[in-house]
């Protein structure tokens, strides 16, 4: 084998390319929230159900398949690259971080978000100003309206926290420190 032969360049072209589909996909989750939070009701709701869709139906598959081209590669290196390499060990210590960042807090929470999102749609729109006389009713934002700007901040954390960890492990792939 060796990283000269045409399996080794096949699977690290599918490496790379898993890497654009999957994690290009999801790196600007944090822009399309914005265009979410923006367009309040059934426009920003459609895009949040998107950028779900498309990240949990297509890029995570993608993204596992990163994983797993990288793992593949090694051996067939036939040498030239070892899991006993910092640059590689460090990286896939960092991917499973993020893996567990992912399933464990931000994917919850984004579900959470997009239940909230549902519920406030199905709400309607906010009973115009009641006249003269009437009650107005409850004052301030819905409860689901505060709770989702509370997991929009931490939605925020984790999607920047996953970004950086991309962008680590990019870096250490591209000057492999001993």
Excluded: C
Excluded at 75 to 99: C, R
Excluded at 120 to 148: D, I, N, R, Y
Excluded at 166 to 177: A, C, D, N, Q
């Amino acid at each position: 084998m060796g990283v000269d032969t045409t399996l080794y360049k096949i699977v690290l072209w599918l490496h790379i390319l898993s890497a654009i589909v999957g994690l290009g996909t999801v790196f600007l989750n944090g822009v399309y929230a914005q265009f979410a939070k923006d367009r309040p009701g059934p426009g920003g709701l459609a895009i949040s159900e998107a950028v779900q869709h498309l990240a949990y139906n297509w890029a995570e598959w993608f993204i596992y398949l990163v994983f797993v081209f990288g793992v593949v590669l090694i051996p067939l290196s036939d040498g030239a690259i070892g899991f006993d390499e910092v640059w590689v060990s460090l990286s896939m210590g960092l991917f499973i971080l993020a893996l567990v960042i992912s399933h464990g807090l931000h994917k919850p929470n984004l579900k959470k978000m997009l239940a909230l999102q549902r519920e406030l749609v199905g709400m309607g729109p906010p009973p115009g100003a009641a006249s003269a006389g009437e009650a107005t009713g409850p004052k301030g934002p819905p409860p689901q309206a505060v709770e989702l700007e509370e997991r929009g901040k931490r939605a925020a954390a984790y999607g920047a926290s996953l970004n950086l960890l991309v962008l680590v492990i990019l870096g250490l792939m591209v000057w492999k420190p001993a």
